[in-house]
């Protein structure tokens, strides 16, 4: 089993539509958890962190986490064609690592 | 918010080249920077924990001879990847966050390395 884990779309969403990208992982003992954008050819950018159960909003994106299921997701709201691109979790192990999954590439068609 | 700045983007080098990359962290102090490499439609793969002051951790399978780490300051580390064969052609990317542990990583914007 992969310590992080996403599905690798491509998710194709019309523009306006939410856009919902998931995330599960398999220590069970991580406190920190984040989703990072990466559009293609540049390096990642950080979108949220979250480190408690529950919803967390910043704008458009929702960043959402239960530790009881070892699961974290990000919502897009009113999805941008400018939002198009690859979006990796990424959670911090107990050795202080980041470890991220394969990324989900997410197309928003006008 | 944290800069992460990296030096040089893009580097074309014939092969047998050592080819050094830098990483500073602009208004922050970092203790801790890390290295990934990341292949075409892959995931980013940490390569080695830089550690200030002393030497870098390296993950397995990395050849610490091969990519060799300097943290000589707070705000700087260098990746030097000695006699680079087309193999080691990759997007290189830094990494650093602020001394408390719960803060997030920034990323600097990557170095392209092709070996010719």
């Known amino acids: 089993q992969k310590e992080v884990e996403q599905n690798s779309g491509p998710l194709s969403v019309p523009e306006g539509a939410i856009a919902s990208l998931n995330c599960t992982y398999s220590d069970r003992v991580s406190q920190s958890f984040f989703w990072y954008r990466q559009y293609s050819g540049k390096s990642p950018e950080l979108i949220m962190s979250?480190?408690?159960?529950g919803d967390k909003e910043d704008g458009r994106f929702t960043a959402q986490l239960n530790k009881a299921s070892q699961y974290v997701s990000l919502l897009i709201r009113d999805s941008q064609p400018s939002d198009s691109a690859t979006y990796l979790c990424?959670?911090?192990?107990?050795?202080?690592?980041?470890?991220f999954g394969q990324g989900t590439e997410l197309s928003v068609k006008p | 918010g944290a800069v992460v700045s990296q030096h040089p983007s893009w580097v074309i080098c014939k092969s047998g080249t050592s080819v050094k990359i830098e990483c500073r962290s602009l208004?922050?102090?970092?203790?801790?920077m890390f290295w990934y490499r990341q292949f075409p439609k892959q995931s980013l793969m940490l390569m080695a924990t830089?550690?200030?002051?002393?030497?870098?951790?390296?993950e397995q399978g990395v050849e610490k001879d091969k990519f060799l780490i300097n943290h000589a300051s707070l705000t700087l580390s260098t990746l030097t990847v000695t006699s680079a064969h087309p193999e080691d052609s990759s997007f290189y990317i830094c990494?650093?966050?602020?001394?408390?542990?719960?803060?997030?990583?920034?990323f600097g914007d990557g170095t392209r390395l092709s070996i010719l």
């Open positions: 830089s550690n200030e002051g002393s030497k870098a951790t390296y």
């Open positions: 990424a959670v911090r192990n107990q050795g202080g690592k980041l470890i």
């Open positions: 208004d922050f102090q970092a203790t801790t």
């Open positions: 990494s650093a966050r602020e001394d408390r542990e719960v803060q997030p990583q920034h």
């Open positions: 979250i480190y408690s159960n």
